[in-house]
């Protein structure tokens, strides 16, 4: 398949002479034009239980969904042949698959993991401490 270009042309007859008013061209690719939808179920690949929640992304674009209470999901609006579908949920191990466009029973097993603790920091001093005498900050 080519590509092929689609014009609009306004033109008024004045005086005898047709006068051209504005052109536009565009170039369109066929298959670019076309914007399909993909689709399916978000599961933990241990139980094949439905993850509600899942959050869905098409690499390099800002297209994405959320799986619903079923775990299914929908994102609308790509084009192509194939694209790189991203799924995080915390508590689960990042999945990136490449799927073909317009399949809508695509089913994503997400692999638990725990929680990695090591971004977190915890600090106190030993003995009571006025907290103008911190170099830090105090919370509760």
Known sequence: MGWFVRSKMRSRLLGGFT??????????????????????TVVDSRTQQPLAGAQISVE?????????????????????ESVTLRVQMIGYRALTETVA???????LGLTQTAIELDALVVTGTVAA???RALGNAVTS
């Open 19 to 40: 006068v051209v008013l504005g052109v536009t061209f565009a170039l369109v690719h066929p298959v670019a034009a076309q914007q399909q939808s993909v689709g399916g």
């Open 129 to 131: 401490t006025q907290r």
């Open 101 to 107: 466009v317009g399949s809508m029973d695509l089913r």
């Open 60 to 80: 390099g674009t800002a297209l994405g969904a959320l799986a619903d209470a079923r775990g299914r999901f929908q994102v609308s609006g790509v084009m192509g």
